[in-house]
């Protein structure tokens, strides 16, 4: 698959972990309370973005 262009950012994330959770390709990960993002295995597919209580998911061109 091409990876699409942009980037993923996160904004007044409250740390819920459910993001995480819902990720199959292991580019996000709660740890110690806090969300990372692994751009590297991020494929921009925002399956993430559509669980986010907050709306704190958005794609970045
Ligand atoms: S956009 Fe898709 S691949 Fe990237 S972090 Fe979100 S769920 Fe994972
Ligand atoms: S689902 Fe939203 S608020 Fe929760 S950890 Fe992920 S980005 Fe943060």
Do not use: F, W
């Not at 990372?36 to 061109?61: F, H, Q, R, S």
Request: charged share 15%.
């Amino acid at each position: 698959m091409v990876r699409p262009e942009g980037l993923l950012a996160i904004i007044g994330c409250n740390n819920c972990g459910k993001c995480a959770l819902v990720c199959s390709h292991g580019a996000l990960q709660h740890h110690n309370g806090r969300v990372t993002i692994d751009y590297d295995l991020c494929i921009l597919c925002m399956d993430c973005a559509e669980v986010c209580p907050i709306k704190a998911i958005v794609y970045i061109e």
